[in-house]
């Protein structure tokens, strides 16, 4: 016994089977280009003299920060491999960060300003910090940084180290 399908059977067989693949080829594509997170690198200093460790991490979105203060809160808890030295002093936190016009204004805990044998000198903390931002966010083509609400970027750009610290402690 042949069963017998007609012309307008196939069609419409034809017509609901691509209709199911364009909706799990679209639901596919939505998946993987959703944004369920993001690869970044950091930057993080050796404890050998000179050298920096390159890391990549998968970031996921986070719905309470934007992606540069997730970013930087990441950067300042540190790296998680082994022989490096943090960018600046455990503790350290973010107490503002936003984006305007090319322009992040990032105003750090004065936690920075503490010493300690596991962090880098100040001036090279600062270019690290610009560094890792500029690489990873495009859209940001300047940094302004502060420190508990004192700018703290006029004597770094100066080059002149130890004058930060004076001048953020006043």
């Not at 809160?73 to 455990?90: A, N, P, V, Y």
């Not at 502060?146 to 970027?153: H, S």
């Amino acid at each position: 016994m042949k069963i017998q399908i007609d012309t307008k059977e196939k069609k419409s067989f034809l017509i609901i089977f691509s209709a199911i693949f364009v909706c799990f080829l679209i639901s596919l594509f939505v998946l993987i280009f959703s944004g369920q997170g993001k690869k970044y690198s950091f930057i993080f200093p050796s404890v050998d003299k000179g050298e920096y460790v390159v890391e990549t991490r998968f970031l996921p979105k986070n719905s309470q920060k934007d992606e540069i203060t997730f970013y930087v809160d990441e950067l300042l808890l540190g790296s998680s491999l082994e022989r490096t030295k943090m960018i600046f002093t455990q503790g350290t936190t973010i107490r503002s960060c936003f984006l305007r016009d090319g322009i992040l204004y990032l105003d750090l805990s004065a936690e920075l300003l503490k010493s300690s044998s596991n962090t880098i000198l100040i001036d090279e903390a600062f270019e690290l910090l610009q560094k890792n931002i500029k690489d990873n966010f495009n859209s940001v083509k300047e940094l302004e940084i502060f420190v508990d609400g004192k700018y703290a970027l006029e004597n770094f750009k100066k080059k002149q180290k130890f004058e930060i610290i004076k001048a953020l402690t006043k």
